[in-house]
């Protein structure tokens, strides 16, 4: 405890001998310590019941009901506050009862100043990390992820009641959704309210790590496992211990990437790259895809076992454009949220921005909606959001003849951010939130070229 | 409240320079030392079967046998301290009270098996002086800055601080002298 206050920190002296409860008192109260003293077992259940008592020195010989007896007592209600024995008859029988009944330590009388010393500062360190922990566990409680999604419409409702149910059970749950809808929200939200809150939440992007990767990334490796291995590393696998492994993109995954997840998911254990040891590893699995994994069965691109085990609950989120009642209320958290980033005043939406905010239809989902309404407080001169503070392909899509297909439509979208941007591909990246070799692949996908 | 009588208790400290110890103290403190050689029994205080003495009650007896009515009793003595609980202590005092005790038993180097240093010794002896009476003016362990009121329960602590206050404990004292 770097900067610890000993007036936070109650000791009770439990002794039927005086000179021994105030010489114990006077020392500890030059620390500056909180003091209680009790002569027997009953004027310390007393103390207990009045006072919050951090540390208890006991002794166990006393009249009446003994010290180890106290002990036992205490432990029935109390199993957080520290207990040092000492003792002036000391017996390997009785050390070993005191530490097999929760004791912290166990010592003899007269005690070397410097032990004793040593004996409460450790004591007080684990109070400290008891009080952090608690602290922690507090504030991570108080993270109820469900209830800051935004949705009012009957269809997010449904989604979140459907993150509600599978929440506490521990099952395996397949996110479905298009790009942008928010599918790693509700992966946070399915995690911190399930019993393994407390333990990391690891997100995997598989989409995004090259095939030739993912297997150490997943796995780990041992040291000299591969030309560039120096260091062991840990997998996602092994991080995700406790907690609950993400994995985003689910349907990119190589067939050969697919066995060696299906293997992991059935067994529980892999083994690291280059390793021998067996790693055993207590994980919950989300899976989130923008595409249809029943064509991809059909298709023979993603194995049908693996399939069956990642779909055992299944959450699909409706795009923005089928919940357009949520449009109003994204907007304006939004708006708000990014102004306050910015430090800047939250300006309003005028109306005519929010009829072109309802009726765009909003290819990149929430994001896209993020997006635009960032790059509006950022050029927004005055105090109201006007359809010409948003970027210009919002509302001019809806006006002329729509694509046909979802990726047309991503084609569409790149070519007026690109352009927007005047082929800045970092910012046009950031706005469309995907990293800068996405969208080069993408570019090159869609053969989009800069204007001459 | 300034005066502050030294007070040997048993026998003369050994290599012990009170004359030192006196002006010492009145560097470091704003007050007035008198070294008073009053004949004081402490042997009840003597347990035979730990061969020390018991500090709480030398710290009685300091009251009950001095017709001292004003300032602070410091005693001082070259025989071995302790409190029930403990194998020793260096000193003992009575907090935000006139009385304290501290002995020089463990305070010279020939203890741990080192050869003699009256220089060490003599800046021990103010140190462990000086925190005594620091807790009889309402000190506690001075905790996280270098301070005579860092608590001590080696040798080794005791050369490590030094011999004046930290900027807060000076304040209290200010504050109470």
């Known amino acids: 405890m770097s900067a610890f206050n000993p007036s936070e920190i109650t000791i009770m002296i439990v002794d039927d001998e005086p000179s021994v409860r105030e010489s114990l008192a006077a020392w500890f109260e030059d620390d500056g310590y909180v003091i209680l003293t009790a002569q027997n077992a009953a004027e310390a259940l007393q103390h207990m019941q009045n006072h919050t008592v951090d540390i208890i020195l006991l002794d166990i010989k006393m009249p009446g009901m003994d010290g180890l007896a106290l002990q036992d007592r205490i432990r029935e209600f109390n199993t957080e506050v520290i207990i040092i024995i000492i003792t002036a008859f000391a017996t390997v029988d009785t050390a070993v009862r005191a530490l097999k009944a929760g004791a912290f330590d166990y010592t003899t009388k007269p005690v070397d100043p410097d032990e004793l010393s040593h004996l409460v500062r450790n004591a007080v360190e684990k109070i400290r990390l008891q009080r952090e922990n608690r602290a922690l566990r507090d504030s991570i409680d108080q993270l109820q992820f469900v209830d800051d999604i935004i949705g009012e419409s009957a269809e997010m409702q449904k989604v979140l009641e459907m993150v509600r149910n599978v929440a506490p059970t521990d099952s395996s749950a397949l996110i479905l959704g298009e790009s942008g809808t928010g599918k790693e929200l509700i992966a946070r939200a399915i995690h911190m309210n399930s019993r393994r809150r407390y333990f990391p939440l690891i997100p995997v992007n598989c989409g995004a790590i090259p095939e030739s990767l993912l297997e150490s990334e997943l796995f780990g490796h041992e040291k000299g496992a591969f030309t560039g291995a120096q260091y062991r590393r840990k997998g996602k696998f092994e991080m995700s211990q406790g907690g609950t492994i993400f994995l985003d993109e689910i349907g990119t995954l190589s067939l050969k990437s697919q066995v060696d997840l299906l293997r992991v998911l059935e067994d529980r254990e892999f083994h690291r790259i280059g390793g021998e040891r067996t790693v055993k590893v207590d994980f919950r699995l989300i899976c989130a895809t923008n595409v249809n994994l029943e064509d991809e069965v059909k298709a023979g691109r993603f194995r049908e076992d693996l399939y069956y085990r990642i779909n055992v609950f299944t959450i699909t989120i409706p795009p923005l454009r089928e919940r357009r009642p949520d449009i109003p209320l994204l907007a304006r958290y939004f708006v708000e949220r990014h102004a306050t980033a910015m430090t800047k005043v939250e300006p309003e939406i005028s109306t005519e921005a929010m009829d072109v905010l309802l009726t765009h239809d909003w290819p990149g989902n929430v994001r896209e909606l993020e997006n635009a309404l960032e790059r509006a407080v950022v050029i927004n001169k005055g105090d109201v959001i006007k359809p010409e503070d948003l970027p210009v392909q919002v509302g001019r899509e809806t006006a002329g003849p729509r694509s046909s297909s979802l990726a047309e439509v991503e084609k569409d979208h790149i070519r007026h951010m690109l352009s927007d941007n005047n082929w800045n591909i970092s910012r046009t990246a950031e706005q469309l939130g995907i990293d800068r070799v996405t969208l080069y692949n993408k570019i090159e996908k869609y053969g989009l070229k800069r204007p001459a | ?177």
Not at chain 2, 88 to 96: E, K, L, P, S
């Open chain 2, 1 to 177: 409240m300034r005066d502050i009588s030294i007070i040997p208790l048993g026998a003369h400290p050994r290599d012990v320079l009170l004359i030192e110890l006196k002006h010492g103290i009145e560097r470091v403190l704003p007050v007035e030392c008198t070294i008073h050689e009053i004949p004081l029994d402490i042997e009840t205080a003597f347990d035979s079967s730990r061969r020390q003495y018991h500090s709480t009650l030398i710290l009685a007896h300091l009251l009950q046998q001095t017709d001292l009515t004003a300032g602070r009793l410091l005693g001082i003595t070259p025989f071995d301290l302790f409190v029930p609980v403990l194998t020793f202590v260096f000193g003992q005092a009575q907090v935000n009270n006139r009385t304290a005790v501290f002995s020089t038993f463990r305070l010279h180097n020939e203890f741990y098996g080192l050869p003699q240093s009256q220089e060490i010794l003599a800046m021990r002896t103010l140190k462990e002086a000086v925190h005594e009476l620091g807790h009889t003016y309402g000190l506690r362990h001075c905790q996280g800055r270098p301070c005579v009121m860092n608590s001590s329960t080696y040798v080794e602590d005791i050369d490590l601080k030094p011999p004046d206050f930290c900027l807060p404990c000076r304040t209290h004292l200010q504050s109470v002298l």
